[in-house]
């Protein structure tokens, strides 16, 4: 079993940044793809990023040129570095790995809140 432990949420006002860390309990190196969902309240969840194993990445249309995703295989964690956050941004982020082209394992999230 592999525990993914999720960070770094809190209350943060527009324009601001936030990095999120996903911490795993054992290697990641067996995971070829690796990101974060979001789902806020009343909402479907939705992508908002991927990494996989060589560091090709992907984001939805909506944070492209705002979050940054980035994997430390050794360390066995992975970010999410989030700038020029805005109202639409508020919810609670998830971190997953995915394996055989499915989402295996996923964390307690954690609440982004973003707010005057």
């Known amino acids: 079993q592999v525990q993914l432990v999720e960070s770094g949420g809190g209350l943060v006002q527009p324009g601001g940044s936030l990095t999120l860390s996903c911490a795993a309990s054992g290697s990641i190196f067996r995971f070829p793809v690796m990101g974060w969902y979001r789902q806020a309240p009343g909402k479907e969840r939705e992508l908002v990023a991927t990494i996989s194993i060589i560091g090709r990445t992907s984001y939805v249309d909506s944070v492209k040129g705002r979050f940054t995703i980035s994997r430390d295989t050794a360390k066995n964690m992975v970010y999410l570095q989030m700038n020029s956050l805005n109202f639409d941004d508020t919810a609670v982020y998830y971190c997953?790995?995915?394996?055989?082209?499915?989402?295996?394992?996923w964390g307690q999230g954690t609440q982004v809140t973003v707010s005057s």
């Open positions: 997953y790995a995915d394996e055989n082209g499915a989402i295996r394992y």
